[in-house]
């Protein structure tokens, strides 16, 4: 049996603990209010662009488009988006695994898939697996600890030219989209070639006037739509982190208390158990005099 | 007739304004133009410049990069990556990365991948530094 030294050691060690958990908690929570706001206020954003999308490339030629044309079923890239950091729970494994599976269930749809990561976290956990061609790896995109619009847009336009490039058919795009701070909705979308939203046949669509003209208002508007849907990743991404390290902090501190209350109720036990046996000793001592 | 316009300005960072206005004028692509009740249906792409618009009598600038304009039933929706309205533009700092701009772009040849980048860096610190000195008046 552990001697009352020791039971008061680990009493001492897992309270530190928990001091971390909770200070990690507490970071977390204030950060997460921050980065949920920046998502609220990057939707209105991004939704209005997809919109203006969709009516325009209703009437355009998608073929003449190469972001929105349909390409053949030769390579694709997926494009992941984890964090840089740990300690949130299972955010970086969950959205591996839907990454690995993902390509796994689709291999027939492509002849062969390839991985772009963003966060250190994603690739350590995807370059030990078998049959995954990682390309690209970003590990320092949030270490700013805040996400701004030129990060998303450079990596928008990375992911643009890598299109342009034609070694890619269709670039998919794998995230935590921010529900709340409890639920992380993982999210596999479709990047390129862009497909619009579609709208329902009997919805008023407004003629609009164009200048200069509607296909050169759609060709600017194309790469720029991959840049916003970068940002608006990262930031969901960032949102959801926070949200999970939360979470696991939170549980985390819960489990210290409950672990806290085991061991002073041993400690207690041990200690009457050490006073009895003293009184014993004292009592049968007392009687041998006698 | 509509008396106004809806103007709002969205950023991918907040929305910036959303105010009743009586008249925009916003730097197009293809020349700069001007918004009045009762706008047909207008959908067009913005360059760097200074996007002004009228309320109550007074004038307001706002310094905006790259975006587009959507005009429907009045609403004025302004997308652009970046706006700072005339009071909040630090001129200091504007003034600074105009002369930074300016230095980067002397030793730059035309076929430099930076060259665009300074250029463009270049127009929006001249539009930044023109649209503090209009002020609102």
Known sequence: MASLKDIKKRIGTVKNTQQITKAMKMVSAAKLRRAQEAVAAARPYADKMLDVLSSLALREDA????????????????????????????????????????????????????????????????KRRAGMEIIKAHEDLFSSGQVTYPTGALLGQEIIELYHDGEYDAIFLVYNAFQSAMTQIQTVTQLLPIVPKEVAEDVHV?????????????EQILPKHIEVQMFRALLESVASEHGARMTAMDSASK????????????YNRARQAAITGELMEIISGAEAIK | ??????????????????????????????????VLPDHTSLLTTLKVGDLSYKQDGKTFHVAVNWGYVEVEDDVMTVLVETAEPADQIDVERAKEALSRAEEALKT???????????????????????VASEKSH
């Open chain 1, 63 to 126: 073929d003449s488009q190469p972001l929105l044309a349909k390409r053949g079923k030769g390579k694709a890239l997926v494009v992941l988006i984890t964090s840089d950091r740990g300690l949130c729970g299972g955010f970086n494994s969950n959205i591996s695994k839907v990454a690995e599976r993902f390509i796994h269930e689709n291999a027939e749809g492509f002849e062969s898939y390839e991985l772009l990561i963003a966060g250190r976290k994603g690739n350590t956990y995807l």
């Open chain 1, 206 to 218: 407004t003629e609009y006037l164009y200048e200069p003209s509607a296909s050169e208002v759609l």
């Open chain 1, 255 to 266: 489990n210290a208390s409950e672990m806290i209350g085991k061991l002073t109720l041993k």
């Open chain 2, 1 to 34: 007739m509509a008396e106004k316009i809806k103007l709002e300005l969205v950023t991918p960072y907040k929305r910036v304004l959303s105010e009743e206005v009586d008249e925009v004028t916003a730097p197009g692509s293809v020349g700069e133009f001007c």
């Open chain 2, 108 to 130: 730059l040849s035309n076929e430099d991948k930076d060259f665009k980048i300074m250029e463009a860096a270049l127009a929006r610190a001249m539009i930044r530094v023109q």
